[in-house]
């Protein structure tokens, strides 16, 4: 781990942050451009960073889930039927390609929830610009990188992500992995 790399990821997310949300509190519009700023930021500083995870977690957001799926995934994402009616099939595969851990919230608490239980070395997570750069700044100082999901339907309704990007920064874990060895 580069020593200030990692200093400078904390002063990112732990004084830096707090200060635009301060700041957006008066420019409501700026907001969430300023947690989309920290979502960047963060990622090009994990990605500087040198370390070695031996476990990746995948953290969802229920909102990727199809809305009128009867079946909810929130404890047990492989209860997912696989319809393809959301992304959440093709997220799947993604793990299990890898050999990651997936697991879906349905906010910050069942996030820190499952990260507690996991213990990922690092995680590639999926939400919104609000939800994203607080679960990144709770988690520090695991290494994060985050990914914005789309909302074509409004917030927290039959999101979806860019399975590319996904997919990307998967790898890049997993490069990480395989460097290490």
């Known amino acids: ?13 732990k004084v830096l942050y707090p200060v635009l949300m301060l700041v957006g509190a008066f420019l409501k519009s700026k907001k969430a451009d300023f947690q989309a700023y920290i979502v960047r930021l963060n990622n090009l500083l994990v990605m500087r960073d040198s370390f070695y995870p031996k476990k990746i977690l995948l953290l969802l957001p229920h909102c990727i889930q199809n809305s009128k799926c009867d079946v909810r995934l929130t404890f047990d994402v492989y209860k997912c039927r696989r319809c393809g009616k959301c992304k959440i099939k093709d997220l799947i595969e993604l793990a299990e390609t890898y050999h990651i851990s997936i697991a879906i919230a349905t906010g910050g608490t069942i996030a820190r929830k499952v990260v507690k239980e996991v213990k990922p070395d690092a995680i590639v997570a999926v939400a919104c610009e609000r939800d994203l750069s ?48």
């Open 1 to 13: 781990m580069k020593p200030w790399i990692h200093f400078l990821r904390g002063f990112v997310l």
């Open 134 to 181: 607080s679960g990144i700044v709770d988690t520090y100082p695991i290494p994060v990188i985050g990914i914005l999901n789309e909302r074509p339907f409004g917030p927290c309704i039959d999101t979806t992500v860019c399975l590319k990007s996904v997919e990307d920064a998967i790898k890049w874990f997993i490069n990480r992995q395989e460097k290490q060895q």
